[in-house]
């Protein structure tokens, strides 16, 4: 019932990207003395938001539906373009993985309370709350 309300599935979709960018950041962090090793990083949600909202495009409704595009919940993952490289050609630096894991921490505790405050509302209009 709750993945059918537009305010859920959004909160949902950014708590996924968040973890797929964690994870990318602890690969990169993981793979930060890796000689040649170049970092990545995730599209932006709100670019993701921006880009499904302004061009049509069918959106998989489960997996394996429609190539196995999942939408918002399925963001690109790029190489990180340009960046200073250590004499060994890593790209990594710490501190800005570091920093990207705060703003990821960020993002997933905004979504949960998205998620939670659209339970407060539907448990109120229960008479619930």
Do not use: C, W
């Given at each position: ?93 710490l501190e800005d993985e570091m920093l990207k894991a705060v703003e990821v921490k960020r993002q997933h505790d905004r979504a949960l ?17």
């Open positions: 019932m709750l993945e059918n309300i537009n305010l859920f599935r959004m909160a949902a979709s950014m708590a996924a990207h968040a973890g797929t960018r964690q994870a990318v950041i602890a690969q990169n962090i993981a793979n930060a003395d890796t000689p040649g090793y170049k970092a990545r990083d995730v599209t932006a949600f709100a670019d993701l938001v921006r880009s499904s909202s302004e061009s049509f495009q069918l959106r998989a409704t489960r997996n394996n539906h429609l190539n196995g595009s999942l939408g918002l919940a399925d963001p690109e993952i790029n190489e990180k373009a340009g960046g200073v490289s250590n004499p060994n050609g890593n790209q990594v630096a309370a998205i998620y939670r405050s659209g339970l407060t509302v539907l448990r109120s209009s229960l008479g619930r709350g």
